[in-house]
């Protein structure tokens, strides 16, 4: 998997423990909690597909989970190990209720001091994420709730922060984020630090590329028409052969056994032409699971192929016993070679084609609907 952005979570031990348990399945989180309280550097977690995954090596914990966006790495120190601001694109300071400064204070000074000896700075931000257990209770008789606390906690902290920060080059870095469930990872994340913008004006970039190469598809010089320069034996006349008396000899259906000679010589090499044309369009966009999409490109190929050769308007007919039947009752009286080829010749020129398209544009619909509100909501940061 690509990494893109490598992200350090640090605080205490507690709420990082429970932040992590909030990305992880009921059963991890008791394996999680187990191995956590034997020797442990770090964790680091990984996107994964499933809810959760949870494997050790040594001293490291590494974690899948789903709540994490593709391409980003987070790693939680649990010793007092020594970090660098030239390693990580942005620090987040995890800040448990009750909400106060002291404890941020003693990580201001490392980042100080991280700040001054390395010059090239890769972080883009350093975020303090304000973090709500939802095991914790309000208790009877305090002024605030934690709920009103944790929304007032940004504002608060930062008003603290201004006099003693002033000019500081972490001044500008420093950025307050609310957590209250995973829900949040992707706000707190890529809020205001320039990757979502970044991802999102290069989404919105192959998106156009996509468009474009949409409407030139079926074109000479398109994607289409241009790879099957290159699969010149699926148009070619040597499909002729594929209806000769002695392929067909002695079968009960005459059409079929075309159907089961030109699938045997070309299906794979169809689905193999379509996957290329498929997958050169669709990758730069792609943020699914491309090997699986693929796959189902190809059942639908196969399916199409079978469904569009069968020909069920035409009866019928076995193989004649002899070729001077065949080529008198088949190829004259009913033309089925001349047919089943042009159908196959149809397949390739237009129909396979036209299915393709239709997957590629109802993709670019889906990815304009679902970039339209990320561009409004960088666009209003």
């Known amino acids: 998997m690509d990494i893109f952005e490598k992200v350090l979570f ?7 423990i429970n932040f992590i348990c909030d990305l992880i399945s009921e059963t991890h989180k008791v394996q999680f909690r187990d191995w956590i309280n ?3 550097r770090k964790v680091i977690l990984h996107s994964c597909e499933c809810s959760s995954l949870l494997e050790r090596t040594q001293d490291i914990i590494w974690i899948g989970s789903q709540w994490i966006p593709q391409g980003v790495e ?9 970090w660098t601001s030239d390693i990580y694109d942005q620090v987040i300071f995890i800040q448990p209720y009750p909400f106060t400064l002291n404890s941020f204070n003693q990580e201001l000074e490392k980042i100080r001091t991280n700040l001054f000896v390395h010059s090239r700075l890769k972080i883009t931000s350093y975020k ?14 305090e002024s605030d709730d934690i709920e ?3 929304q007032n906690a940004p504002t608060q902290l930062e008003k603290e922060l201004k006099k003693e920060l002033d000019g500081e080059m972490i001044a500008k870095l420093l950025q307050y984020r609310i957590y209250r469930d995973p829900q949040n990872i992707i706000s707190i994340l890529h809020g205001s630090n320039g990757l979502l913008r970044a991802t999102t004006e290069l989404s919105i970039e192959h998106l156009q590329n996509l468009k474009d190469s949409l409407e030139i598809f079926s074109e000479d010089y398109g994607e289409y028409q241009s790879r099957l320069l290159y699969y010149q034996d699926l148009t070619s006349e040597n499909l002729n052969s594929l209806t000769r008396f002695e392929n067909v000899k002695g079968c009960s259906d005459v059409l079929q056994r ?3 000679l030109y699938c045997d010589a070309y299906e794979d090499k169809i689905c193999c032409f379509a996957k290329e044309v498929y997958e050169s369009i669709i990758r730069p966009v792609c943020f699914w699971n491309l090997e699986r999409d693929i796959n189902n490109l190809e059942i639908g190929i196969r399916e199409l192929l079978h469904k ?11 193989c004649p016993p002899d070729k001077m039947k065949y080529n008198q009752i088949i190829r004259n009286q009913y033309a089925y070679d001349t047919t089943f080829l042009q159908e196959a010749h149809k397949f ?9 398209y239709k997957i590629l544009k109802e993709k670019e619909r889906l990815l304009s609907v679902c970039l339209g509100p990320i561009k409004s909501m960088v666009n209003n940061e």
């Open 10 to 16: 640090l605080g205490d031990a507690v709420p990082k």
């Open 38 to 40: 034997t020797p442990c």
């Open 74 to 82: 987070i790693t939680v120190l649990f010793e007092n190990l020594n």
């Open 128 to 141: 303090v994420m304000f973090y709500r257990d939802f095991m914790q209770q309000s208790v009877a008789g």
């Open 148 to 150: 009103s606390v944790l």
């Open 258 to 260: 075309y159907l089961e």
């Open 308 to 318: 569009e050769l069968t020909m069920k308007s035409l009866n019928s007919i076995p």
């Open 348 to 356: 390739i020129k237009s129909t396979l084609m036209e299915y393709i």
